[in-house]
Protein backbone atom coordinates (compact mmCIF):
# COMPACT_ATOMS: atom_id res chain seq x y z
CA UNK A 1 0.00 0.00 0.00
CA UNK A 2 2.83 2.73 1.39
CA UNK A 3 4.48 1.52 -2.35
CA UNK A 4 1.57 2.33 -3.94
CA UNK A 5 1.16 5.67 -2.13
CA UNK A 6 4.68 6.09 -3.17
CA UNK A 7 4.00 5.77 -7.06
CA UNK A 8 0.94 8.03 -6.77
CA UNK A 9 3.10 11.17 -5.45
CA UNK A 10 5.22 10.75 -8.15
CA UNK A 11 3.01 10.16 -10.91
CA UNK A 12 1.97 13.44 -9.37
CA UNK A 13 4.62 14.71 -9.30
CA UNK A 14 5.67 14.01 -13.03
CA UNK A 15 2.38 15.48 -14.80
CA UNK A 16 2.76 18.79 -12.68
CA UNK A 17 6.38 19.04 -13.96
CA UNK A 18 5.05 18.36 -17.71
CA UNK A 19 2.49 20.78 -17.00
CA UNK A 20 5.11 23.40 -16.36
CA UNK A 21 7.60 22.82 -19.33
CA UNK A 22 7.38 25.61 -22.13
CA UNK A 23 5.35 24.74 -24.76
CA UNK A 24 8.15 25.96 -27.94
CA UNK A 25 5.97 24.84 -31.06
CA UNK A 26 3.18 27.16 -29.86
CA UNK A 27 5.56 30.24 -28.90
CA UNK A 28 7.75 29.19 -32.07
CA UNK A 29 4.06 29.72 -34.07
CA UNK A 30 3.07 32.42 -32.15
CA UNK A 31 6.37 34.26 -32.74
CA UNK A 32 6.49 33.32 -36.81
CA UNK A 33 10.37 32.26 -36.19
CA UNK A 34 12.32 29.43 -34.64
CA UNK A 35 13.70 29.83 -30.71
CA UNK A 36 15.52 28.09 -28.11
CA UNK A 37 14.27 26.40 -25.00
CA UNK A 38 17.05 26.69 -21.87
CA UNK A 39 15.41 24.76 -19.29
CA UNK A 40 12.12 25.87 -19.04
CA UNK A 41 12.61 29.42 -20.90
CA UNK A 42 11.47 29.68 -24.16
CA UNK A 43 13.98 32.76 -25.82
CA UNK A 44 13.92 34.05 -29.36
CA UNK A 45 15.74 37.10 -30.89
CA UNK A 46 15.13 39.71 -33.25
CA UNK A 47 18.42 41.18 -34.65
CA UNK A 48 17.82 44.64 -36.37
CA UNK A 49 19.63 43.54 -39.53
CA UNK A 50 17.60 46.68 -41.35
CA UNK A 51 19.79 48.90 -39.23
CA UNK A 52 23.25 50.34 -40.46
CA UNK A 53 25.00 51.52 -36.89
CA UNK A 54 28.79 52.96 -36.33
CA UNK A 55 30.66 53.52 -33.69
CA UNK A 56 33.10 56.07 -34.32
CA UNK A 57 33.77 54.47 -37.88
CA UNK A 58 33.09 51.01 -36.23
CA UNK A 59 30.64 48.87 -37.96
CA UNK A 60 28.10 47.22 -35.30
CA UNK A 61 26.71 44.09 -36.50
CA UNK A 62 23.20 42.83 -35.05
CA UNK A 63 24.95 39.91 -33.27
CA UNK A 64 27.49 42.45 -31.49
CA UNK A 65 24.95 44.86 -30.15
CA UNK A 66 21.80 45.01 -31.97
CA UNK A 67 19.61 42.20 -31.01
CA UNK A 68 15.93 42.71 -29.32
CA UNK A 69 15.20 39.23 -27.27
CA UNK A 70 12.22 37.93 -25.57
CA UNK A 71 12.52 35.10 -22.47
CA UNK A 72 9.40 33.25 -21.69
CA UNK A 73 9.57 31.61 -17.88
CA UNK A 74 7.08 29.25 -17.81
CA UNK A 75 6.27 28.35 -13.98
CA UNK A 76 3.00 26.78 -13.83
CA UNK A 77 0.09 27.44 -15.28
CA UNK A 78 1.22 30.93 -15.92
CA UNK A 79 4.41 32.95 -17.13
CA UNK A 80 6.79 35.10 -16.55
CA UNK A 81 8.18 37.25 -20.10
CA UNK A 82 10.78 39.78 -19.78
CA UNK A 83 13.13 41.48 -22.66
CA UNK A 84 14.80 44.26 -24.61
CA UNK A 85 13.87 46.49 -27.36
CA UNK A 86 16.39 48.05 -29.48
CA UNK A 87 15.22 50.86 -30.77
CA UNK A 88 15.21 54.21 -33.25
CA UNK A 89 14.84 57.06 -30.76
CA UNK A 90 11.64 57.67 -33.49
CA UNK A 91 10.42 54.41 -32.33
CA UNK A 92 10.35 54.86 -28.85
CA UNK A 93 7.13 56.40 -28.45
CA UNK A 94 5.35 54.38 -30.34
CA UNK A 95 6.83 51.42 -28.43
CA UNK A 96 6.08 52.66 -25.12
CA UNK A 97 2.43 53.64 -25.79
CA UNK A 98 1.72 50.58 -27.47
CA UNK A 99 3.11 48.31 -23.84
CA UNK A 100 1.18 50.90 -21.58
CA UNK A 101 -2.22 49.98 -23.89
CA UNK A 102 -1.92 46.27 -23.28
CA UNK A 103 -0.99 46.34 -19.56
CA UNK A 104 2.88 45.01 -19.90
CA UNK A 105 5.53 46.69 -17.66
CA UNK A 106 8.35 48.84 -19.06
CA UNK A 107 11.46 48.57 -16.46
CA UNK A 108 14.09 51.05 -18.01
CA UNK A 109 14.87 52.87 -20.82
CA UNK A 110 17.95 53.88 -21.75
CA UNK A 111 21.37 53.94 -23.66
CA UNK A 112 24.33 50.86 -23.66
CA UNK A 113 26.45 52.46 -26.53
CA UNK A 114 27.68 55.99 -26.53
CA UNK A 115 28.47 58.33 -29.92
CA UNK A 116 26.88 55.55 -32.29
CA UNK A 117 25.33 56.81 -35.35
CA UNK A 118 22.10 56.71 -35.45
CA UNK A 119 20.90 57.14 -32.13
CA UNK A 120 19.92 53.60 -30.34
CA UNK A 121 17.82 53.26 -27.59
CA UNK A 122 17.18 50.09 -25.47
CA UNK A 123 13.46 49.47 -23.70
CA UNK A 124 13.47 46.60 -21.25
CA UNK A 125 9.93 45.03 -21.24
CA UNK A 126 8.10 42.34 -18.39
CA UNK A 127 4.88 40.90 -18.09
CA UNK A 128 3.05 37.71 -16.63
CA UNK A 129 0.09 35.72 -17.36
CA UNK A 130 -0.65 33.14 -20.30
CA UNK A 131 2.38 32.58 -22.51
CA UNK A 132 0.95 32.50 -25.68
CA UNK A 133 -1.24 35.77 -24.99
CA UNK A 134 2.40 37.58 -23.61
CA UNK A 135 4.13 36.22 -27.14
CA UNK A 136 1.58 37.61 -29.56
CA UNK A 137 1.31 40.56 -27.42
CA UNK A 138 4.95 41.83 -27.68
CA UNK A 139 4.83 40.43 -31.36
CA UNK A 140 2.40 43.38 -32.02
CA UNK A 141 4.72 45.62 -30.58
CA UNK A 142 7.57 44.77 -32.78
CA UNK A 143 5.65 44.97 -35.55
CA UNK A 144 5.90 48.83 -34.76
CA UNK A 145 9.49 48.84 -35.53
CA UNK A 146 11.12 48.50 -38.29
CA UNK A 147 12.42 45.31 -36.53
CA UNK A 148 12.63 41.96 -39.22
CA UNK A 149 10.29 40.03 -38.07
CA UNK A 150 10.28 36.83 -40.08
CA UNK A 151 12.74 33.78 -39.45
CA UNK A 152 16.15 34.98 -40.11
CA UNK A 153 18.66 34.30 -42.64
CA UNK A 154 21.30 31.16 -42.28
CA UNK A 155 23.98 32.80 -40.58
CA UNK A 156 27.04 33.23 -42.18
CA UNK A 157 30.08 30.59 -41.66
CA UNK A 158 32.84 32.68 -39.26
CA UNK A 159 35.94 32.60 -40.91
CA UNK A 160 37.59 34.67 -37.70
CA UNK A 161 40.47 32.95 -35.67
CA UNK A 162 38.99 33.60 -32.11
CA UNK A 163 41.64 31.00 -30.41
CA UNK A 164 43.29 33.98 -28.67
CA UNK A 165 40.49 35.16 -27.25
CA UNK A 166 39.18 31.93 -26.34
CA UNK A 167 42.18 31.01 -24.22
CA UNK A 168 42.39 33.77 -22.29
CA UNK A 169 38.93 33.61 -21.24
CA UNK A 170 39.53 30.16 -20.33
CA UNK A 171 36.61 28.76 -22.48
CA UNK A 172 34.54 28.10 -25.95
CA UNK A 173 32.27 31.61 -27.41
CA UNK A 174 29.39 30.83 -29.76
CA UNK A 175 30.58 32.30 -33.31
CA UNK A 176 28.37 33.47 -35.67
CA UNK A 177 29.92 34.87 -38.84
CA UNK A 178 32.57 37.88 -37.77
CA UNK A 179 31.00 38.09 -34.01
CA UNK A 180 31.94 35.72 -31.02
CA UNK A 181 29.82 35.41 -28.44
CA UNK A 182 30.08 34.34 -24.51
CA UNK A 183 27.57 34.29 -21.16
CA UNK A 184 28.72 34.01 -17.77
CA UNK A 185 25.76 33.41 -15.10
CA UNK A 186 26.14 33.93 -11.61
CA UNK A 187 26.87 31.72 -9.20
CA UNK A 188 23.52 33.49 -6.28
CA UNK A 189 20.32 32.75 -6.93
CA UNK A 190 19.05 35.68 -8.27
CA UNK A 191 14.89 36.73 -7.57
CA UNK A 192 12.53 39.00 -9.71
CA UNK A 193 9.20 39.58 -8.02
CA UNK A 194 9.63 36.63 -5.92
CA UNK A 195 10.61 34.45 -8.32
CA UNK A 196 13.98 32.94 -9.25
CA UNK A 197 15.04 34.05 -12.43
CA UNK A 198 16.92 31.25 -14.57
CA UNK A 199 20.25 32.83 -16.68
CA UNK A 200 18.59 32.72 -19.99
CA UNK A 201 16.05 35.59 -18.11
CA UNK A 202 18.84 38.09 -18.73
CA UNK A 203 20.53 37.29 -15.76
CA UNK A 204 23.54 35.71 -17.12
CA UNK A 205 26.94 38.61 -18.18
CA UNK A 206 26.98 38.77 -21.75
CA UNK A 207 29.88 39.46 -23.26
CA UNK A 208 30.30 40.30 -27.81
CA UNK A 209 33.36 40.99 -29.74
CA UNK A 210 33.35 41.42 -33.28
CA UNK A 211 36.08 41.17 -35.68
CA UNK A 212 36.78 44.03 -38.04
CA UNK A 213 40.08 44.76 -39.90
CA UNK A 214 42.44 42.72 -37.49
CA UNK A 215 40.82 44.85 -34.53
CA UNK A 216 38.29 43.53 -31.93
CA UNK A 217 35.41 45.64 -31.42
CA UNK A 218 33.43 44.54 -28.21
CA UNK A 219 30.65 45.31 -25.62
CA UNK A 220 27.90 43.85 -23.45
CA UNK A 221 27.10 44.04 -20.10
CA UNK A 222 28.33 42.97 -16.53
CA UNK A 223 25.79 41.91 -14.25
CA UNK A 224 26.77 42.65 -11.00
CA UNK A 225 26.08 43.59 -7.19
CA UNK A 226 26.72 46.80 -6.04
CA UNK A 227 30.54 45.96 -4.50
CA UNK A 228 31.90 44.46 -7.74
CA UNK A 229 30.72 47.72 -10.27
CA UNK A 230 33.74 50.16 -9.22
CA UNK A 231 36.44 47.12 -9.08
CA UNK A 232 35.09 46.36 -12.81
CA UNK A 233 34.95 49.86 -14.37
CA UNK A 234 38.36 49.97 -12.85
CA UNK A 235 39.49 47.11 -14.60
CA UNK A 236 37.73 47.92 -17.73
CA UNK A 237 39.58 51.13 -17.79
CA UNK A 238 42.44 50.53 -16.87
CA UNK A 239 42.43 47.93 -20.14
CA UNK A 240 41.22 50.73 -22.59
CA UNK A 241 37.78 49.68 -22.51
CA UNK A 242 34.92 52.52 -22.16
CA UNK A 243 32.35 52.20 -19.68
CA UNK A 244 29.07 53.73 -21.41
CA UNK A 245 26.70 52.77 -18.90
CA UNK A 246 25.23 51.71 -15.43
CA UNK A 247 21.70 50.79 -14.78
CA UNK A 248 19.26 48.63 -13.82
CA UNK A 249 16.66 46.64 -15.75
CA UNK A 250 14.26 45.49 -13.28
CA UNK A 251 12.12 46.77 -10.41
CA UNK A 252 11.85 43.63 -7.91
CA UNK A 253 15.46 42.09 -8.21
CA UNK A 254 16.73 40.38 -5.34
CA UNK A 255 19.59 41.14 -4.08
CA UNK A 256 19.76 44.27 -6.80
CA UNK A 257 21.96 44.09 -9.76
CA UNK A 258 23.38 46.71 -11.70
CA UNK A 259 24.06 46.32 -15.31
CA UNK A 260 27.51 47.84 -16.42
CA UNK A 261 27.82 48.55 -20.60
CA UNK A 262 30.98 48.66 -21.85
CA UNK A 263 32.89 49.50 -25.25
CA UNK A 264 36.27 48.84 -26.55
CA UNK A 265 38.10 48.34 -29.81
CA UNK A 266 41.99 47.07 -30.14
CA UNK A 267 43.98 44.30 -30.46
CA UNK A 268 41.77 41.08 -29.97
CA UNK A 269 44.30 39.54 -26.79
CA UNK A 270 44.13 42.91 -24.92
CA UNK A 271 40.74 43.61 -25.16
CA UNK A 272 39.83 39.96 -24.06
CA UNK A 273 42.44 40.11 -21.33
CA UNK A 274 40.58 43.57 -20.04
CA UNK A 275 37.17 41.41 -20.09
CA UNK A 276 38.78 38.32 -17.92
CA UNK A 277 40.70 40.67 -15.75
CA UNK A 278 37.27 42.63 -15.03
CA UNK A 279 35.14 39.03 -15.16
CA UNK A 280 37.61 37.94 -12.09
CA UNK A 281 35.94 40.97 -9.82
CA UNK A 282 32.51 39.14 -10.24
CA UNK A 283 31.16 36.33 -8.53
CA UNK A 284 30.72 35.07 -11.79
CA UNK A 285 30.70 30.93 -13.19
CA UNK A 286 33.88 31.08 -15.02
Known sequence: MKARSACCILFVLFVSQVRAQVDSIALEKAFGKKGVVQGNVFRVTFPRSDLKVTVDGFPVAPGLALTSWVAIHKMGQNAMMMGDFVMLDTEEPAVVAKLVSLGLGITAIHNHLVNEKPAIKFL??????????????????????????????????????????????????????????????????LMESGMEMPPAMGMATGINLEMEGGKAGTTGDFVLLADEVNPVVKALVE??????????????????????????VGDPGKIAMGLKTALEHTNSKK
Open 239 to 264: HGINVTAIHNHMLYDEPRLFMLHFWG
Open 124 to 189: HFSGSGDAIKLAEEIKSVFALTGTPLGPAPAPAAGTVDWSAVEAILGTKGKKTGAVISYSFPRNEK
